[in-house]
């Protein structure tokens, strides 16, 4: 079996063509593969760093939404409490008007009670000024008693009380 003898002529001229191939290689070859992989290592570099950046933006943004979520959260809650307020103000000036337009109709209700029990007195002096002519006319022209007179005048005062 002649596979598994080494030859050392064989040997060395293996050693000598590979040193050979290795040389002509490391000055045609071996600068382009290094500076394919110094650019690869330097791409893979800026991709990390702008992934990087990127969640660092990412961040920032969803720190800035969380900030201006809270913002209008915020404002919300103020405009609620202002247009409470602003009802509430609202609501005791409608009151306060209702209650001023109310008093100003009873004052108004009562002057004119007022008026209209004056009317009545007055109507009831006049109608008792007709009532004692016609009596005292009556009375003229029956020429009654004393007496009499009383009678009549106090059946006619006990009509008037009733």
Known sequence: ??????????????????LAVLVVLRLTAWKPIIAGIDARADK????LAAAEKAKEEAKQSLEDY???????RHEARIIIEQARTEANHLREQMLSETTAQLEDHRKKALIEIEKAKADAVIAVRNELA????????KILERELSPDKNRTLIDGFVNKLKN
Request: charged share 30%; net charge negative; proline share 3%.
């Open 44 to 47: 893979i570099r800026d991709d």
């Open 66 to 72: 969380k900030k201006k979520l809270e913002e209008g």
């Open 130 to 137: 007709d009532v004692s002519t016609m009596i005292a006319g």
């Open 1 to 18: 079996m002649d596979l598994f003898k080494v030859d050392p002529g064989l040997f060395i001229l293996t050693i000598i063509t590979f």
